[in-house]
């Protein structure tokens, strides 16, 4: 059975920093990629970051692009978000999620990801 865990969150003074991991169990880590999407309470999810199985390619929202830096360790099973410079609009639950898929392509759909963890809250006080 598939499992992602999400922690890191917390609260934070806007410019700190956080660093979030997402644990993954059932076998599929290595083989997907993945992602960390977001949402903000009375918004749709959106996305924040991918990384290709291999870890060789990333891709960013623009809204975190150059803040935010997506990595994994296909040893530990562990994928992460480390967030810089945060800002009050960067509040949200944050999730991970897998795309186990054939394809190589890394997608910014929520609808392309098969396993999602529950979320971690991340607060930022401006």
Known sequence: ???????????????????????S????????????????PRLEREFVAGISARGRTTIYS??????FT?????????????????????TAVYFCAAD???STVISRRGSSYNYWGQGTQVTVSS
């Open 62 to 67: 623009d809204s975190v692009q150059g803040r």
């Open 70 to 90: 997506i990595s994994r360790d296909n040893v530990k099973n562990t994928v992460y978000l480390q967030m810089n410079s945060l800002k009050s609009e960067d």
């Open 25 to 40: 169990s059932g076998g599929i880590f290595s083989i997907s990629r993945m992602g960390w999407f977001r949402q903000a």
């Open 1 to 23: 059975q598939v499992q992602l865990v999400e922690s890191g969150g917390g609260l934070v003074q806007a410019g700190g920093s956080l660093r979030l991991s997402c644990d």
């Open 100 to 102: 186990p898929g054939a």
